[in-house]
């Protein structure tokens, strides 16, 4: 009977020890990128797709670079034994230039009928899990969830407080059909 509380003990030791062994680190969860579905153009009307797609649009801001550098403007002048009898002159220009244009985009969302109170309420859930909406559960579109919605999708390549389809997807709200994964 001793024999085989020891030989039990050794197996829960090496079990036990075997548990703390290194554990491989899990990948780096990647973001959806979702400028991916974006569609750009100036027109009023939303791009052709599926027929019960619901399309939003938003004007994406420009982006301006702006450069400061020092530029020498008069050398130091050094006297024969090397030391500088006048300091050299520099100027400041600042430069602005356009990166990137405005533009209005288009991209895919979740059909208003499909957004009600329900709906809504699991959208603030999902962004609070996520520390994005920090305000008590409504169900309503008000103005805390506008700027969740934008904070979450701004990360993902989105500039936007339009729900957009592929957010809704990201966030477990909407289902991904197996062709998309």
Known sequence: MTHHLQSGRGLVL???LGACGTAVPDEPATR???STG???????????????ACWANDETPAVIETVTEQVLVTPEIRAADGTVTQAAVFATNVDQRM?????????QTPCPADMDETFLAS???ALKARGFYLRDLTGQMDAGTR???RRFQTERGLDSETLSL?????LGL???SRDAL
């Open 99 to 107: 990166v990137q244009e405005r533009e209005v985009v288009w991209f």
């Open 38 to 52: 974006l569609v750009r153009r100036a027109s009023d009307v939303p791009p052709e797709g599926p027929a019960d």
């Open 166 to 170: 592929a957010a809704a997807r990201d």
């Open 32 to 34: 959806a990128d979702f």
């Open 123 to 125: 959208l603030q859930r």
């Open 147 to 149: 700027n969740a919605i």
């Open 14 to 16: 090496a079990l036990f």
């Open 174 to 176: 909407i289902e991904v």
